[in-house]
């Protein structure tokens, strides 16, 4: 078996004989895989390399500051990083929209509208780097039926919006596992090595209805306490037992449910929104069960969750698999 530092050490290698004194342009959503793409190519590269990173607005608390840490100007990579707050933009093209495959749309039809305007500022570039890796090679190869989710999940297809010459795929024989080895290996902080699968269009499908900035703040305090407190239970549990609890989920995340109900706080009526946890075990995504998550975790979290979290006065644990449901809500 090979070693991961010969990996990295042979593709930098591989990636300056390819680039040679050409510009290379990395779409980089904060998530394992456009984040590996980009460590190895400022590597190798360096300034010949321009990071966009279109903050939506949708993502996880804190997720965009902790991006541009890592690969901003102040981070620990030599590379050209132009963030995009287009969060205000998002939300004024999502405001009035509830139909589930609408909102998914508008959110991938206005990353490519607000990359091609970054795109058209920097010019002509000779690479269009991707961070696919081996398992979407395969996918949209056999045309399974993952690869049939993948595709209306994500864009796909090349980019015709963008001038440039080749693509450049540096991860494109690694499996995740690699990946995350390689994402190590190059420096990039565990906490975005190890982050969950998050969908491309954020906390978009998992504000039920309409997104505003205001369930989006309801949405990502949730989650941040929701996440906090599950991490918090494992890694109590893999002190005592040396290894991670059975019921570890897989994916957890709090939604936004579009239900408001009657509740009491102190001696005050409130008449607020319902947050959902969910949490799964799965192999593939593909189908998936509830996670088992000890009920003393999740009464804490809801008791957080409703003190903490103005706009929320209850909390509900989904419990159905996949199938019949999906991990996501929309
Ligand atoms: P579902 O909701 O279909 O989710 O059971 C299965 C897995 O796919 C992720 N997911 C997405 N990933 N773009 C992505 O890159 C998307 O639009 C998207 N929608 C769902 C979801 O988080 C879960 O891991």
């Not at 080749?166 to 390689?182: H, Q, S, T, W, Y």
């Not at 979290?309 to 909390?315: A, E, L, S």
Request: hydrophobic share 40%.
């Amino acid at each position: 078996t090979w070693r991961m530092d010969s990996f990295v050490e042979h593709t930098i290698k591989e990636i300056r004989e390819k680039v040679g004194d050409g510009k290379v342009l990395l779409a980089l959503s904060g998530g394992v895989d456009s984040s590996v793409a980009a460590g190895l190519l400022s590597r190798a590269i360096g300034k010949q390399l321009t990071c966009v990173f279109v903050d939506h607005g949708l993502l996880r608390k804190n997720e965009g500051d902790e991006v541009e840490e890592v690969f901003g100007p102040n981070g620990q990579f030599d590379l050209n990083f132009i963030r995009v707050n287009a969060q205000e933009r998002y939300y004024g093209k999502l405001a009035g929209v509830t139909e589930p495959e609408k909102k998914r749309k508008i959110i991938g039809e206005e990353f490519i509208r607000v990359f091609e305007e970054e795109a058209k500022k920097i010019g002509a570039v000779d690479f269009l780097a991707q961070g696919t890796i081996y398992p979407d090679v395969v996918e949209s190869g056999l045309g399974g039926e993952s690869a049939v989710i993948k595709s209306h999940h994500n864009v796909g297809g090349l980019p015709d919006y963008v001038d440039f010459k080749e693509i450049i795929e540096p991860l494109r024989n690694l499996f995740k596992d690699e990946v995350r080895k390689a994402g190590l290996e190059l420096g990039i902080p565990e906490k975005l090595v190890f982050r969950q699968p998050f969908p491309g269009p954020g906390l978009g499908i998992r504000i039920i209805g309409e997104v505003t900035a205001e369930k989006v703040r309801i949405v990502q305090d949730a989650d941040y306490i929701y996440r906090e407190e599950v991490d918090a239970a494992v890694e109590e549990y893999r002190k005592e037992h040396g290894e991670a609890p059975e019921w570890m989920p897989n994916q957890y995340f709090a939604a936004l449910t579009n239900m408001r109900s009657v509740g009491v706080m102190g001696d005050e009526r409130t008449y607020d929104y319902a947050v959902a946890l969910r949490a799964v075990n799965t192999v593939d995504f593909m189908t998936a069960e509830a996670a088992n998550i000890p009920f003393e975790v999740l009464q804490k979290v809801m008791s957080r969750i409703i003190n903490e979290v103005k706009g929320v006065n209850r909390c509900f644990y989904d419990i159905t698999s996949k199938p019949p449901g999906t991990i996501e809500f929309e």
